[in-house]
């Protein structure tokens, strides 16, 4: 997985609760992405980062905010999750900005939110 | 509206036959399109990717083709193996406002029976 992890790699909470989810990369990459996979649908994107303290919203950032620090940590925040955030989140990385080279994903973390 | 779609949705071979998924697209303007692969429980891996000149790229037992004209592109697996029984995920990469947009498709779910 190109030397990324993420975790946990499952969580189950509860409707309202807060959940952070955490990214680390070992490639010293300078874009970092999330995204949710849900049945029937592709990976959707979530929010992204061109750098350190860089981000921007994706498709479908509502309830969902990102942070990162480090070059090599970007956090997902659900404030107060709600069972439609109920899915499957994917981190990616990639050395170039988006669509340029091949993004490299985790192994993804299954949440369930109750 | 910038949409790709595949088919089928799922498909099942015999170990050893050959298979071929479809990946049609309307995201335009058109930079490149990948095929990824994603196992069960992992994050998707590249296989191969096509920019608008390329109409074949080769990757082992697996062959994409591109039809930029009619916006097709199809990945042909020869000889199935136990292991190829995954996701594949075609995804295509357009320009929009300085930086490339990528488009997921919802994946053909492939499984390959002794």
């Known amino acids: 997985d190109a030397g990324i992890t993420q975790s946990p790699r499952h969580k189950v909470t509860e409707t309202g609760t807060p959940v952070t989810l955490r990214c680390h990369q070992t490639?010293?990459?300078?874009?970092m992405y999330w995204y949710r996979q849900d049945p029937g649908h592709g990976l959707r994107l979530i929010h992204y980062?061109?750098?350190?303290?860089?981000?921007d919203k994706g498709e479908v950032s509502d309830g969902y905010s990102v942070s990162r620090s480090k070059t090599e940590d970007f956090l997902l925040t659900l404030e107060s999750a709600t069972s439609s955030q109920t899915s499957v989140y994917f981190c990616?990385?990639?050395?170039?900005?988006?669509?340029?080279?091949?993004?490299?994903f985790g192994p993804g973390t299954r949440l369930l939110v109750l | 509206k910038n949409q790709v779609e595949q088919s089928p949705q799922s498909l099942i071979i015999l170990e050893g036959k050959n298979c071929t998924l479809q990946?049609?697209?309307?995201?335009?303007?058109?930079?490149?399109l990948r095929w990824y692969k994603q196992d069960t429980g992992r994050g998707p891996v590249s296989l191969t990717i096509?920019?608008?000149?390329?109409n074949t790229k080769s990757n082992g037992r697996y062959t994409a083709t591109l039809d930029a004209d009619t916006k097709q592109s199809s990945l042909h697996i020869t000889a199935s193996q136990l292991s190829d029984s995954a996701s594949y995920i075609c995804?295509?990469?357009?320009?929009?406002?300085?930086?490339?947009?990528?488009?997921f498709g919802a994946g053909t779910r492939l499984a390959v029976h002794p």
């Open positions: 990616a990385i990639s050395e170039f900005p988006p669509g340029q080279e091949t993004q490299y």
């Open positions: 490639e010293n990459h300078r874009y």
């Open positions: 980062s061109y750098g350190v303290k860089d981000t």
């Open positions: 990946c049609n697209y309307t995201v335009s303007p058109f930079s490149n």
């Open positions: 096509m920019t608008f000149s390329e």
């Open positions: 995804v295509v990469s357009g320009g929009f406002g300085g930086y490339n947009k990528l488009i």
